[in-house]
T-cell receptor
Framework: GQQLNQSPQSMFIQEGEDVSMNCTSS?????WLWYKQDPGEGPVLLIA?????ELTSNGRLTAQFGITRKDSFLNISASIPSDVGIYFC???????????FGDGTTLTVKP | GAVVSQHPSWVICKSGTSVKIECRSL??????MFWYRQFPKQSLMLMAT?????????EQGVEKDKFLINHASLTLSTLTVTSAHPEDSSFYIC????????????????FGAGSRLTVL
């Protein structure tokens, strides 16, 4: 089956620093999604990407759909304490919504 | 934007009892809903795909008779953990496939807030 490798597994950064995380896949997707999960909550959608090469921003967040359709990255600029949480990438190939999730990147921001 | 409501948010039950978790799409119709299980500090593990009006499709290794899924309407799917045991204790999350805010892709998932099950 499809596998997603998400890295890094965890990050400890200082407030104000920029963050970058990425996901790579063994097979292609036609949709890449990035979610954030706070403790005890369900994931919340941050950015959805639908086209290879697409670069999309949502406030301080920027994500790109890799040209090969096998990878995606998420950047967070000027991190703040509320950015703390677990970030998941997810890839989908069909229009039915079934997605494969990465293992998550745990972000810790020191004030 | 799309909202998915999940209830209860947490439940404690005795071993051997059954527990039902509801997942509702509040402002859109969800022909497909998904049920996940998440262990601490781990990713979401897809358990099954719930299709309105038909049988759920279970992932390999997930016991159909243990985790009963019913998707009786376009806005409601339920997961029943039957004869629960301590090893069933986990965080269960549902999601629905449909429109989400400004996104038009059908394959964008909106998640519920999750249900924490503790079996004593």
């Amino acid at each position: 089956g499809q596998q997603l490798n998400q890295s890094p597994q965890s990050m400890f950064i200082q407030e104000g620093e920029d963050v970058s995380m990425n996901c790579t896949s063994s097979s292609i997707f036609n949709t890449w999604l990035w979610y954030k999960q706070d403790p005890g909550e369900g994931p919340v959608l941050l950015i959805a990407l639908y086209k290879a090469g697409e670069l999309t921003s949502n406030g301080r967040l920027t994500a790109q759909f890799g040209i090969t359709r096998k990878d995606s990255f998420l950047n967070i600029s000027a991190s703040i304490p509320s950015d703390v949480g677990i970030y998941f990438c997810a890839g989908s190939f069909t229009n039915a919504g079934k997605s494969t999730f990465g293992d998550g990147t745990t972000l810790t921001v020191k004030p | 934007g799309a909202v998915v409501s999940q209830h209860p948010s947490w439940v404690i039950c005795k071993s051997g009892t059954s527990v039902k978790i509801e997942c509702r799409s509040l402002d859109f119709q969800a022909t497909t809903m998904f049920w996940y299980r998440q262990f601490p500090k781990q990713s979401l593990m897809l358990m099954a795909t719930s299709n309105e009006g038909s049988k759920a499709t279970y992932e390999q290794g997930v016991e159909k008779d243990k985790f009963l899924i019913n998707h009786a309407s376009l806005t409601l799917s339920t997961l029943t953990v039957t004869s629960a045991h301590p090893e069933d204790s986990s965080f269960y999350i549902c999601s629905a496939s449909g429109l989400a805010g400004s996104y038009s892709g059908a394959n964008v998932l909106t998640f519920g807030a999750g249900s924490r099950l503790t079996v004593l």
